[in-house]
Structure formats: C-alpha cells, structure tokens
C-alpha cells in the first residue's frame, strides 16, 4: 500500500515554499493526485528487486509512490531548485531513504556509469517536449533496462505503441520497437496535474526485446529516410540514402521488399532487412 503521497494542497504549498512556477520550457505539469500515482505504480508491475529511473520528478509526487515498491529509485532532474528539494520532501514524508538517489543532470545526458546500482526499469512523468527522445536515449545507454511505464502526451502515446499501417506509425513507433514491445496502458485526464494541461496524457508499457540482427546506426538511418517523406514510395524515399532511385530499388529488391511500397507498411524487422541489404552503409548511416 502506497501511503505518504502528496496531494493538490501539498503539491502547491511545496512549491510556494520552494519559489517553483512550473515553466513550460521544462514541460513541468506536477502531478497532485495521489489516485493517479498509485495508478502508475500498479501498472509499473514493479518486482521488489528492481532499481527504477525516474526521469522528472519534479516534486516528488511519483518519487513517494516508487520507493516502497522497488529497490532503489534514481530521481533524475534538470531543475537545480527541484532536484536540491527532493531528499528534504522525501524525508519529511518517509523518513531518510538511503534508497534514493538524486541526479541534477539532463536526462538526455545521462549514461550508464552514473546510474549505481544499474537500472532496471524507467518510470517516469515524462516532459511532453522530450518524452521521445529520453526514452530513445535510455534505452539505448541502459541495456540494463528490461520494463517500464511513461506517462506522456496521449498523443505520442499513440504513436509510440502504433504498429504498422497505422496511421500515427512512425519513427518514434519503429525506433520503440527496435528496443521493445510496447502497448497503451491507459489514458490520464488533464485534471490530475498542475498546472492543468490542454491535452490529455497516456501511459505507456514496455518491455525489452532482442533487437533485429543488424547495426542499429544503420537501421535508424534507413527509418528517418523512408519516413521524411512519407508520401513518397520506399524507392523514391530512400533514393539519397541509396544513392540513387535504382540503387534503392535494387537494395529493397534484395531484401525482400516492395520498392512501391510505403515506410508506414514496414515492421521494425523489415527496416533491419533492407539496412542489411544495402551493398555499402551509406553516408547517411554512417
């Protein structure tokens, strides 16, 4: 049972004490529903053992409800004001945690050697303006990260879980799934956060998969490529990673792959095919 958790009255006594105004610049919406917390936390399906890293935490609403359910919690926050406050707002909810340990860093900074003990799991209320690219980023520095859940814009929820066909299948959908299986786990309504958002948000559940048999750099050359126009047909779209129409044709030939066909039919496997494909890696993937 998650106790201590803070709520809307808390949340803005905390931050008038502390002089934080969440800026939109950071994509600071605090969360101030205990309910919702708690919600995040079950559908985290955290095991005793793991060592989770939280990205944002801004005042400690989901830092409270994750540490009597894992091992160890690495709190992970630019804000110089917020991440100096945390132990103190933790401490006076809980008691000390020798359990927690705070990181003032940027997430899209951080690597694997500042994280001890190695994180299992990433939980977080991500910044709506960088939930793609931290997630991108941690799973490709953390191999050690085997699950998760992040709450983010419903938006790029949608994209992010989209499978191919769809029509918000993207890149963030195809570099995801390079790394893992992901699946909707709900929405969350704009009235859990402070400030109140004008979107709604989703949570999003992954869990890590082995990759495609290919080089990573390669395979990410040939999404971004396929998908910067999307309109266009697979032969036309990969003409200048190719280095050419027809080399493309003849790589997407070789792998299997219907140069007419659109980056938005492709599975993550297929990219890898046509990055394998290729006679020499191009420029672009270099």
């Known amino acids: 049972m998650v106790t201590g958790l803070l709520g809307p009255a808390e949340i803005r006594e905390l931050a008038a004490r502390l002089g934080v105004a969440p800026t939109k610049r950071l994509g600071q919406n605090f969360v101030h529903d205990p309910n919702t917390v708690r919600r995040i936390v079950a559908a985290a399906a955290l095991d005793p053992d793991d060592v989770v890293v939280e990205v944002g ?13 894992a091992r160890h919690v690495h709190a992970v926050e630019i804000d110089p004001v917020l991440a100096g406050a945390l132990p103190s707002t933790v401490g006076a909810h809980t008691g000390p945690h020798a359990q927690l340990t705070v990181h003032h860093a940027d997430a899209l900074r951080v690597t694997a050697a500042e994280l001890d003990p190695a994180p299992t799991a990433l939980v977080a ?18 191999p050690t990260l085997r699950h998760g859940l992040v709450m983010v814009q419903k938006e790029v929820a949608d994209r992010l879980v989209a499978g191919p066909g769809s029509k918000v299948y ?67 779209a990969l003409a200048g990673w190719a280095g050419g129409a027809d080399r493309a044709a003849a790589t997407l030939e070789a792998a299997g792959v219907d140069p007419g066909a659109r980056g938005e039919s492709l599975t993550v496997e297929r990219f890898a095919a046509i990055a394998l494909a290729a006679p020499v890696p191009s420029r672009a993937a270099e």
């Not at 495609?212 to 910067?228: L, S």
Request: proline share 12%; aromatic share 8%; charged share 15%.
């Open 57 to 69: 935490p801004g005042l400690g609403s989901l830092t409270l409800g994750l540490l009597p359910a």
């Open 125 to 142: 209320n991500l910044p709506y303006n960088v939930a793609v690219p931290v997630v991108l980023h941690l799973l490709a520095e953390l």
């Open 170 to 236: 993207g890149v963030p959908s195809v570099k995801l799934a390079w790394y893992a299986t992901a699946r909707n786990a709900g929405r969350v309504p704009p009235s859990v956060f402070w400030p109140v958002p004008n979107v709604d948000s989703g949570l999003v559940a992954f869990t890590r998969r082995e990759p495609p048999a290919a080089p990573r750099e390669r395979v990410f050359a040939v999404i971004d490529a396929a998908f910067a126009q999307r309109r266009k047909t697979l032969r036309a």
